[in-house]
């Protein structure tokens, strides 16, 4: 019988009934970074994990899909299940192709699970910089992850913190897959957007084969608002830094929710106005379809209609 672990103190739970987004999502719109959590009882969380989440099954997952007006998911896998992408893999496998799946893999994994990966759904690796959720990531290990994953056409998320990009874009650049950062690279919205470390971030993605989600404002904002009480203009902060890179990059430009909002300290979001975020960072149509439809299929299904 699996043991229950309660959650980390202080945990926040997502927002348990979204309003309805005033900003109508185009048809075909993929939500790119969510995850889901367990169930716990049903599939365990790690137990080297830095975390204990609350629940979110991908039953939740595909009510919100469906509540905010989105067609298709890319589920990440969380942390707190380390490398065992069970509960990602049937959330996958469950939408009835309507998701595709982020996977952790171990530099040991060998070419049939990676094979059984890719045919559930899986196409891409996620690999972890963020030094409060993971140990140390060995770059040895990484680059043997990445030659193994490269024939088959994934990609290789990156989650870093902005202050560490000068140690780690010459390793980013030698990596043989496209890569795509979460988060923008984590910006400090307190510095000017057009200061140097952010203009260090965009030579980057011009320079290498990068996507860019433009996404979790409510994780990189200082001084919000925050997406609660039908705030409409919410994260102001965060607002310059994502029009800049949709502007610079609008066709490698990508969306998601960030759904269940892992370790979020401060609050939880109506997911519903961050939807009604997106026009703020995507101002014009055709920005938005990009961001939210062609990017998206693009990467994840090309050659399928949305």
Not at 94 to 110: C, E, F, H, N, Q
Not at 146 to 163: N, Q, R
Not at 197 to 215: I, P, Q, S
Request: charged share 25%.
């Amino acid at each position: 019988m699996t043991t229950v672990s309660a959650k980390t103190p202080g945990w926040l739970d997502w927002y348990p009934s979204p309003s309805k987004p005033a900003f109508r999502l185009p048809p075909g719109t993929v939500d790119v970074h969510c995850h889901v959590f367990g169930p716990q009882a049903r599939f365990p969380f790690a137990p080297e994990r830095k975390y204990t989440p609350c629940d979110a099954s991908r039953d939740q997952l595909f009510a919100l899909r469906d509540h905010l007006g989105v067609a298709r998911n890319v589920i990440v896998q969380a942390t707190c299940h380390g490398a065992d992408n069970s509960a990602m893999v049937d959330a996958v496998r469950a939408s009835g192709g309507r998701a595709r799946g982020v996977a952790t893999v171990r530099p040991d994994i060998g070419e049939r699970e990676l094979r059984e990966l890719d045919a559930a759904g899986v196409r891409g690796v996620r690999f972890n910089f963020v030094r409060r959720l993971v140990d140390a990531s060995p770059k040895e290990d990484l680059s043997t992850i990445a030659e193994k994953i490269a024939p088959l056409g994934w990609h290789i998320v990156l989650y870093f913190e902005s202050a560490d990009l000068p140690e780690l874009e010459g390793f980013f650049g030698s990596l043989p897959a496209p890569l795509v950062i979460d988060h923008m690279g984590r910006p400090d919205v307190t510095k000017p957007v057009e200061g140097p470390e952010f203009a260090r971030f965009l030579r980057f993605v011009e320079g290498n084969d990068v996507w860019v989600k433009v996404t979790c404002p409510e994780r990189l904002t200082v001084s919000g608002p925050p997406a609660l009480d039908g705030e409409r203009h919410a994260y102001t902060d965060v607002v310059p830094f994502a029009r800049r890179v949709v502007t610079e990059f609008p066709d490698r430009v990508l969306w998601g929710t960030d759904w269940p909002h892992p370790n979020l300290k401060s609050h939880m979001p109506d997911d519903g106005l961050l939807v009604d975020h997106v026009p703020q960072v995507a101002v014009t149509a055709e920005q938005q379809h990009k961001l939210l439809v062609d990017n998206p299929m693009r990467l994840y299904w090309p050659g399928e209609a949305a």
